[in-house]
């Protein structure tokens, strides 16, 4: 495969047609590009808007045929892709990032022992496979938190334990499938760090968002975060060794624990990342763009932040009493309305996301939680 750049008009593919997927086109589009999007769901975000939608299976052998044939380069915009898929894609076009990067990020004990060997700092964790694995009552473990190793997110497939019965009656609801058990540290705070890496190894950080979760899921990402100088470099050091262990080349989220002042790895996804839409409004350049950048061998573009920004997640619980305020999301000037365009609203799933951006860091908070409450965002 060449290392040429990949230049307009040239057909892009994508694997996944959510809300991730359906920004990636939109970038791809604004630079020139075609998409052609795989996604099994008919009423897939970003399936509506590319130029080809193959309404198929990931292991379909049929659309990925048509997929390597009419795509120049190949990305994803979730992990949780078949292997098999991206190594076939891989023989013939280019696949960014690659498989081996994406099957460690979507295995926790991999993505585990990964930053560990890497000599990163993570929190202290034990590997389940079976029951004998459960450490004894008084183990330094506990508290812990058990996480199954495969198609968890958004606080799916986690369960809080106290003991090694708890831990028990946890691994049974999760069919005795393979987890890790996390020590559940006193955290001061949550952090990420969004990147680009390019096949060159030269790589574009975005600056260190704060996060904030609600039931699982991110509620609200502030930018900059608002800890120390330290912390906020040390992450984006830290993100981008994470990067470079990876040989990785593409768009990469590393998100963080910070306990004590100290930084320690939690996970990573090797796509756009959810913390990372603040980029669309507040950076020179976003983090679809990026995506768009590296796999098609282009320079990466300028990261910079030019306004400090908040990012506040929509999700479907907003529309339990009827279609949300909108007008009062419209009346703040400052504030980027962006609607994923789902078929459906349900309880948790995300549905939209607005940023407000402005100068000053202070005002831009206070500006973004008076919209939240306006929308009835977060709350029963």
Known sequence: MSDKKILPPAMLGMLGGGQLGRFFVIAAHEMGYKVTVLDPDQN?????????????????????????????????EFENVPAATLDFLAKSRIVSPAADCVAIAQHRVKEKNFIRDAGLPVAPFVVIEQSSDLPADGHDIYPAILKVARFGYDGKGQARVSNQAQAQAAFEAFKHEVCVL?????????????????????????????????????????????????????????????????????????????????????????????????????????????QVRAMARLPLGNPRLHSPAVMVNILGDSWKHGEPAWDKAFADTSLKLHLYGKHEPRPGRKMGHFTVIGENAETVLKEAMQARSDLEIGQN
């Open 44 to 76: 897939s975000p970003a399936g509506k808007i590319a130029d080809v939608h193959l309404c198929a299976a990931y292991d379909d052998a049929v659309a990925l045929e048509k997929m390597a044939q009419g795509c120049e380069a190949i990305t994803t």
């Open 182 to 290: 996390e020590k559940m540290l006193k955290l001061d705070y949550e952090v990420s760090v969004v990147l680009a890496r390019d096949m060159d190894g030269q790589v574009a950080a975005f600056p260190t968002a704060e996060n904030q979760h609600l039931n699982g899921i991110l509620d609200v990402s502030i930018v900059p975060a608002r800890g120390s100088q330290t912390v906020r470099d040390q992450a984006q050091a830290l993100a981008i060794k994470v990067a470079g262990k990876l040989n990785y080349v593409g768009v990469l989220g590393v998100e963080f624990f910070v306990c004590d002042g100290q930084l320690l790895v939690n996970e990573m996804a090797p796509r756009p990342h959810n913390s990372g839409h603040y980029t669309i409004d507040a950076c020179v350049t976003n983090q679809f763009e990026q």
